[in-house]
């Protein structure tokens, strides 16, 4: 399977946790006291006057008599419990009583103390009553709090930075020099405003940063803040929208309001696209909410009075899909395009990710960075973090050049599955399969060169023929593309030559598809067509419901044009890597058999295989 060169364009707050571990043990604690006061109580015993007690101890009525102070509990002879209850009078005894002792037992209790009565009756009174009242305090605390967060739905969720230690400043990001250069001029806004006010100049109100993913622009953004040494409110784009209509309106003015109170700051609104999209195209999500949260930034962004210094910071993958009102001068007044880096680019935030982990001496960056063309600052630094990780896996004590090609290869290409097992048959049908791709895209003269060809499965192909270009390219010609077709399909080519067009497999589904939509692009985009040259036709990409309601800007006989001249690119790259295969058969069963030995070769035994290898003329007319 050919791979593509590389790239050339929670939890629970603590809070809540804790008010519910202290309502759930003070309903356990007044259940238990509960319980005690019941068992603590005596049983309902039957009160007799003290003549009647008298009266049946002296006829042996009675097994037992005990004495607490002026109380005598009685237990009837046959009874184990006592039933009976009497009172002395004060002052008495049961001899005053009359009461005889060889008739019945007495025993003496002593009476209990006025502290463990006051004790008791706290336990089984007043506490019950005070854990009752601290449970319905807590309950309305917490209905209290519900409300209060149901009315904080309007206020801002931006997140505050400026006082952390480790400031992020220009001097910590690498490469991007043109971009740090038109934000040093923001820095300068928010620190002497003075100094342009005095001219008449205004300062912008916002500063749109527009890139693709990874290359740094959120960085760049607390970069400003770090060197300007003012507040700065962070917030993504899509923490405005809610499901209630005029709550993003709301915490946009909230928003607004903390940052002219912390004038001079600077707000970041992350991925704004989310809420900036273009008004009236009904899509976005949450349609009337989203245009009334855009429609108080523009209002908000409008209306900053002369001397505020407060500057929006945005940043987005798309640009194209922002409102118009947005982006003209007086809201953000500029924009700072922030690219993928070149190779020194690379090369020095490669230098930043490696600084604090222990290099071995033969790792070469400089090498690392050449063949990373294409690659983004957050694709670099996953190198670097991949590169740590597989050393510390193989218990090495510093990171190995091995270590670093094993992270780059990981993250381009995928990991290797050396689990998967293959026969016989299918090793070598993915042998000659990606000598295919190798021996095409080593002859053809506009194509890239061979880096690396294995037959281990990686990732989702079941192998990998991989092709880095010699250097940094920002354009394309048509022949360089039609080499690359070509190659693409020299691995389904190469099972066709050596096996039968009835016996091709599925192993070159994804290059078929890569070529499809490489020829397709070439057609519509880039106007690179015989029939339809210097012609570029709008392609439907997005989400589906926009694809369903964009209206076609060419006919259907345009449209058939189209599919024939993608047609024609496929037809021609397939008879083109059709005659290289055949005229370099030799060459291509020397790698066939060197795959099957190793499993992986290198660019330079590669090159050593295909020594006598040569592009037919037939092949060349193209």
């Given at each position: 399977?050919?791979?593509?060169?590389?790239?050339?364009?929670?939890?629970?707050?603590?809070?809540?946790?804790?008010?519910?571990?202290?309502?759930?043990?003070?309903?356990?604690?007044?259940?238990?006291?509960?319980?005690?006061?019941?068992?603590?109580?005596?049983?309902?015993?039957?009160?007799?006057?003290?003549?009647?007690?008298?009266?049946?101890?002296?006829?042996?009525?009675?097994?037992?008599?005990?004495?607490?102070?002026?109380?005598?509990?009685?237990?009837?002879?046959?009874?184990?419990?006592?039933?009976?209850?009497?009172?002395?009078?004060?002052?008495?005894?049961?001899?005053?009583?009359?009461?005889?002792?060889?008739?019945?037992?007495?025993t003496a209790k002593p009476s209990s103390s006025t502290t463990s009565n006051i004790i008791g009756f706290g336990l089984t009174t007043?506490?019950?009553?005070?854990?009752?009242?601290?449970?319905?305090?807590?309950?309305?605390?917490?209905?209290?709090?519900?409300?209060?967060?149901?009315?904080?739905?309007?206020?801002?969720?931006?997140?505050?930075?400026?006082?952390?230690?480790?400031?992020?400043?220009?001097?910590?990001?690498?490469?991007?020099?043109?971009?740090?250069?038109?934000?040093?001029?923001?820095?300068?806004?928010?620190?002497?405003?003075?100094?342009?006010?005095?001219?008449g100049a205004r300062i912008p109100k916002g500063v749109l940063l527009v890139g693709p993913p990874g290359t740094g622009k959120t960085?760049?953004?607390?970069?400003?803040?770090?060197?300007?040494?003012?507040?700065?409110?962070?917030?993504?784009?899509?923490?405005?929208?809610?499901?209630?209509?005029?709550?993003?309106?709301?915490?946009?003015?909230?928003?607004?309001?903390?940052?002219?109170?912390?004038?001079?700051?600077?707000?970041?609104?992350?991925?704004?696209?989310?809420?900036?999209?273009?008004?009236?195209?009904?899509?976005?999500?949450?349609?009337?909410?989203?245009?009334?949260?855009?429609?108080?930034?523009?209002?908000?962004?409008?209306?900053?009075?002369?001397?505020?210094?407060?500057?929006?910071?945005?940043?987005?993958?798309?640009?194209?899909?922002?409102?118009?009102?947005?982006?003209?001068?007086?809201?953000?007044?500029?924009?700072?395009?922030?690219?993928?880096?070149?190779?020194?680019?690379?090369?020095?935030?490669?230098?930043?990710?490696?600084?604090?982990?222990?290099?071995?001496?033969?790792?070469?960056?400089?090498?690392?960075?050449?063949?990373?063309?294409?690659?983004?600052?957050?694709?670099?630094?996953?190198?670097?973090?991949?590169?740590?990780?597989?050393?510390?896996?193989?218990?090495?004590?510093?990171?190995?050049?091995?270590?670093?090609?094993?992270?780059?290869?990981?993250?381009?290409?995928?990991?290797?599955?050396?689990?998967?097992?293959?026969?016989?048959?299918?090793?070598?049908?993915?042998?000659?399969?990606?000598?295919?791709?190798?021996?095409?895209?080593?002859?053809?003269?506009?194509?890239?060169?061979?880096?690396?060809?294995?037959?281990?499965?990686?990732?989702?192909?079941?192998?990998?023929?991989?092709?880095?270009?010699?250097?940094?390219?920002?354009?394309?010609?048509?022949?360089?593309?039609?080499?690359?077709?070509?190659?693409?399909?020299?691995?389904?080519?190469?099972?066709?030559?050596?096996?039968?067009?009835?016996?091709?497999?599925?192993?070159?589904?994804?290059?078929?598809?890569?070529?499809?939509?490489?020829?397709?692009?070439?057609?519509?985009?880039?106007?690179?067509?015989?029939?339809?040259?210097?012609?570029?036709?709008?392609?439907?990409?997005?989400?589906?419901?926009?694809?369903?309601?964009?209206?076609?800007?060419?006919?259907?006989?345009?449209?058939?044009?189209?599919?024939?001249?993608?047609?024609?690119?496929?037809?021609?790259?397939?008879?083109?890597?059709?005659?290289?295969?055949?005229?370099?058969?030799?060459?291509?069963?020397?790698?066939?058999?060197?795959?099957?030995?190793?499993?992986?070769?290198?660019?330079?035994?590669?090159?050593?295989?295909?020594?006598?290898?040569?592009?037919?003329?037939?092949?060349?007319?193209?």
């Amino acid at each position: 399977m050919e791979t593509k060169s590389p790239r050339t364009s929670g939890k629970r707050p603590a809070g809540k946790r804790t008010g519910k571990n202290v309502g759930f043990i003070a309903i356990v604690t007044l259940f238990a006291l509960v319980a005690f006061s019941a068992m603590s109580q005596p049983s309902s015993l039957k009160t007799i006057s003290i003549s009647q007690a008298v009266q049946e101890a002296n006829a042996g009525k009675y097994a037992a008599i005990e004495v607490q102070g002026q109380e005598l509990t009685i237990t009837k002879k046959g009874d184990k419990k006592p039933t009976l209850k009497s009172t002395l009078e004060t002052g008495s005894t049961t001899a005053d009583e009359g009461i005889k002792k060889d008739k019945v037992k007495i025993t003496a209790k002593p009476s209990s103390s006025t502290t463990s009565n006051i004790i008791g009756f706290g336990l089984t009174t007043i506490v019950p009553v005070l854990l009752i009242g601290g449970l319905l305090f807590w309950m309305m605390r917490s209905a209290q709090g519900q409300g209060n967060q149901a009315l904080s739905f309007g206020k801002s969720r931006a997140r505050l930075y400026g006082n952390e230690k480790d400031k992020v400043t220009f001097k910590s990001i690498a490469g991007q020099a043109e971009a740090k250069q038109d934000l040093e001029e923001v820095v300068e806004f928010l620190k002497f405003p003075k100094k342009f006010e005095t001219l008449g100049a205004r300062i912008p109100k916002g500063v749109l940063l527009v890139g693709p993913p990874g290359t740094g622009k959120t960085m760049l953004a607390r970069a400003v803040a770090g060197e300007a040494g003012v507040p700065f409110f962070s917030i993504s784009g899509s923490e405005f929208v809610e499901m209630f209509v005029g709550v993003g309106a709301s915490r946009v003015r909230d928003l607004f309001a903390k940052a002219k109170k912390n004038a001079p700051c600077i707000i970041f609104v992350d991925e704004i696209d989310a809420v900036g999209r273009r008004r009236g195209s009904g899509m976005g999500g949450g349609h009337d909410e989203r245009e009334q949260t855009l429609n108080q930034i523009l209002v908000e962004m409008d209306g900053f009075e002369q001397g505020q210094n407060v500057i929006v910071l945005a940043a987005t993958n798309r640009a194209d899909v922002l409102d118009p009102a947005l982006l003209r001068p007086g809201r953000f007044d500029r924009r700072v395009g922030i690219g993928l880096p070149d190779r020194p680019d690379r090369q020095a935030i490669l230098k930043i990710h490696f600084e604090k982990k222990p290099l071995a001496k033969d790792v070469d960056l400089d090498s690392l960075a050449a063949k990373t063309a294409g690659s983004s600052g957050a694709d670099l630094a996953n190198i670097a973090n991949e590169a740590a990780i597989i050393a510390a896996r193989n218990n090495h004590s510093q990171i190995t050049q091995e270590d670093v090609t094993e992270a780059f290869e990981r993250v381009a290409i995928g990991p290797e599955r050396k689990s998967k097992v293959m026969n016989e048959h299918e090793k070598e049908l993915t042998a000659y399969h990606e000598a295919g791709h190798a021996i095409v895209g080593h002859v053809l003269p506009d194509s890239d060169v061979v880096h690396k060809v294995t037959i281990i499965p990686r990732g989702g192909t079941g192998g990998v023929t991989w092709f880095i270009p010699p250097e940094d390219k920002s354009y394309h010609s048509i022949l360089e593309y039609k080499d690359v077709l070509a190659r693409m399909l020299g691995g389904r080519i190469a099972e066709e030559v050596m096996y039968g067009q009835d016996r091709v497999t599925t192993g070159a589904g994804n290059d078929l598809q890569k070529a499809a939509e490489l020829a397709r692009d070439m057609i519509t985009q880039q106007g690179m067509g015989k029939k339809l040259r210097d012609q570029v036709f709008h392609s439907e990409e997005g989400i589906m419901m926009e694809r369903i309601m964009h209206e076609r800007e060419y006919s259907d006989e345009t449209a058939k044009v189209i599919d024939d001249e993608v047609e024609a690119l496929i037809t021609e790259a397939a008879n083109r890597a059709r005659m290289v295969i055949k005229a370099n058969l030799e060459q291509l069963k020397r790698l066939k058999d060197a795959l099957l030995d190793k499993e992986t070769v290198e660019a330079e035994e590669v090159a050593r295989l295909f020594e006598g290898s040569h592009l037919p003329k037939e092949a060349a007319l193209y």
